[in-house]
């Protein structure tokens, strides 16, 4: 079962503009993670937010933690047109389950040059 | 370094028949993990190994489905009696283990089951 949803299922903005997608989940974790996925293949790790941090930036990125609500959001500032790909969020809930990814169902973001 | 590897990229099987697909690892990471991508599903873990402890298999579907992992380093997911709903991206991951870790994806194999 998908643990995380994301929305928008699907974005489309111009180069420049800034990306947010949102991301929630049902039970406790111990992190959650963001994703990028290009044409269908591999998953490339954008940033790890663990479960007491609340923000954490990484170049164009910031991601923020709400565990009171279970949601999390990407915001991709100053957006190119190589930005162009599917995000998935991903919950590890940690305990003797640690590292099996949950994944949510995906925003695809369209950036028009 | 290289990257997680996976073959064959793409495979086309006939119902019935069995199908190997091949992971190889980061060298070095302990963890390595199995997913599978559908249009129906998206995303879903199938199997964990992690080092010499017993592999996590409460993902996987069905029966049909098993994977081994030799010498702590290659892994085999075999998939017996294809179906048609089998077909996906089945996609591998390795990490260096242990929690806070990013996963390092492979390119994936699209296996399609006519």
């Known amino acids: 079962s998908q643990q995380g949803e994301e929305d928008p299922q699907a974005l489309s903005i111009q180069e420049g503009e800034n990306a947010t997608m949102n991301c929630s989940y049902k039970?406790?974790?111990?992190?959650l993670q963001w994703y990028r996925q290009n044409s269908g293949r591999g998953l490339v790790h954008l940033i790890l937010?663990?479960?007491?941090?609340r923000e954490k930036h990484s170049g164009r990125l910031r991601v923020t933690l709400d565990t009171s609500k279970k949601s999390s959001s990407l915001l991709i500032t100053a957006s190119r047109a190589a930005d162009t790909a599917s995000y998935f969020c991903?919950?590890?809930?940690?305990?003797?389950?640690?590292?099996?990814?949950?994944f949510g169902q995906g925003t695809i973001l369209t950036v028009h040059p | 370094g290289a990257g997680v590897s996976q073959s064959p990229s793409n495979k086309v099987t006939e119902k019935g028949k069995d199908v190997e697909l091949r992971c190889d690892p980061i060298?070095?990471?302990?963890?390595l993990y199995w997913y599978r991508q559908s249009l129906g599903q998206g995303l879903e873990f199938l199997i964990y190994?992690?080092?010499?402890?017993?592999?996590?298999k409460s993902g996987l579907p069905s029966d049909r489905f098993s994977a081994e992992r030799t010498g702590g380093s290659v892994s085999t997911l075999t998939i017996q009696r294809t179906q048609q709903e089998d077909s996906a991206v089945y996609l591998c991951?390795?990490?260096?283990?242990?929690?806070?870790?990013?996963?390092?994806f492979g390119p994936g194999t699209r296996l399609t089951v006519l």
């Open positions: 991951a390795s990490t260096r283990g242990g929690i806070y870790n990013e996963q390092f």
């Open positions: 060298s070095g990471h302990t963890a």
């Open positions: 991903a919950t590890d809930r940690g305990g003797t389950s640690y590292g099996k990814l949950t």
């Open positions: 190994f992690q080092g010499n402890s017993a592999p996590d």
């Open positions: 937010i663990r479960s007491n941090e």
């Open positions: 039970t406790s974790i111990n992190n």
